[in-house]
């Protein structure tokens, strides 16, 4: 019994170390291969580092505002006895807008008028009798004086039926009106607002370093949402600028004037300006996707031949400006150099690459200002 039960062992012994030998062997064999596989190289789209004359700007925010904006408001108490103008009509200058019930004040003026014939009259005669001695010159100043009074008078009521009637003080649009016919209106009371919108302007302010190099006449780039959610570029120029700096954030004011005559923006409308200064630098530019950015700094892989062809080899680089797509490299690669566009997440140190599309990262654009 004690030798089959040995046998049996020996037997099953021999059978697993076979399995196994079997398996360790197939393993082994598998490692051999891999160890001389070669991965297929990365294709991605490379491009090269190229120079561009850039023009040294500086960018600010800022909300367009009317050329002109006025709220039109009642100069004198009074009922609304005529509105003549509808909310957003665009009037021309000196239209008349309201007319408010001068009734009473004409009252008034025929009497003022007529106090003023007869001191008229009583003046003229007196005077006669003062050239002939017959008066003394006291009683023809109280005459004089009277005279005066009723002068003064009229121009007091014409001047206040003047104001019954409101004209527009220049040319524009309307906004919405606020009162109605047979309203009673106090001195104050606003009846609508009028905005010139021919023309817009929009202040903004620039660091300190930049006051001494921004001049009347300078271009402006604004860029705004349009009416139609594209994003609308319009450029104007500088038309003025604060005599001094705000002590607090050492920033200057600059106002910037653009025409809006196809009346597409209104005031209100927010903006990214850009100022177009004199001067132009020369700069090495690269498309903004080519940068890996991360905390602990900015890379670019460099496509370069290696052993067995081409290798991926990231580079540190500090970049500047960045400009319609593009980004200004200030140190960590050169003009001529290749770099990957895309496909960087696939990448690592010494990966091999095959450059499937080779693109320019840049192009000279000398006095580009649409940069």
Same mark, same amino acid.
């Given at each position: 019994?004690?030798?089959?039960l ?44 190229t ?6 700007q500086t960018h ?11 709220? !039109?408001a ?24 309201? !007319? ?14 007529a ?8 003046y ?39 104001k ?10 309307m906004?919405?009106r606020?009162i109605?016919?047979?309203?009673y /209106? ?10 010139? /919108?021919?023309?817009?302007y ?22 705004l ?14 038309i ?16 910037a ?20 200064l ?9 498309p ?39 980004v ?31 693109k ?12």
């Open positions: 019994m004690f030798k089959r040995l046998l049996a062992t020996l037997v099953l012994s021999a059978v697993m170390g076979g399995i196994f030998g079997t398996i360790i062997t197939g393993i082994q064999q598998e490692m051999e291969a891999m160890s001389g596989f070669v991965p297929p190289p990365v294709p991605v789209e490379a491009g090269l580092v120079t561009a004359d850039w023009p040294e600010a925010v800022g909300d367009l505002r009317a050329w002109q904006d006025s709220d !039109i009642a100069q004198i108490n009074g009922e609304v006895e005529q509105i003549l103008f509808k909310s957003g009509d665009f009037v021309k200058k000196d239209q008349v807008l309201v !007319i408010l019930d001068s009734e009473v004040e004409q009252a008034q003026l025929k009497r003022v008028q106090q003023l014939k007869l001191a008229q009259l009583n003229d005669r007196n005077l006669e009798l003062r050239q002939n001695k017959v008066i003394s010159q006291n009683q023809l100043d109280q005459f004089l004086t009277t005279l005066d009074e009723a002068k003064a008078q009229e121009q007091e009521l014409k001047a206040s039926i003047s019954k009637s409101l004209s527009a003080p220049f040319g524009g649009q906004g919405l606020t109605d016919v047979g309203d /209106l106090k001195e104050g009371t606003l009846i609508a607002n009028l905005q010139d /919108l021919s023309q817009l929009v202040d903004f302010t620039v660091p300190e370093q930049y006051a001494s190099k921004i001049a009347q006449g300078m271009k402006v780039k604004v860029s949402q349009s009416d139609d959610d594209n994003q609308a570029v319009v450029y104007g120029e500088v003025a600028r604060d005599s001094k700096l705000d002590l607090k954030t050492r920033n200057l004011k600059i106002r004037r653009l025409n809006n005559t196809d009346q597409r923006f209104v005031p209100g409308m927010f903006t990214n300006i850009t100022v177009i004199a001067e132009q630098r020369e700069v090495l530019t690269l903004e996707t080519a940068i890996s950015y991360s905390s602990f700094g900015n890379t670019a892989y460099m496509v370069q031949q290696g052993e067995k062809g081409l290798i991926a080899l990231p580079s540190f680089v500090k970049t500047g400006e960045h400009r319609n797509g593009k200004e490299v200030i140190s960590g690669l050169k003009a001529g150099d290749q770099i990957v566009l895309t496909g960087q997440m696939k990448l690592y140190p010494g990966v091999s690459v095959i450059v499937s599309e080779n320019a990262s840049g192009e000279k654009a000398v006095g580009d200002t649409d940069q």
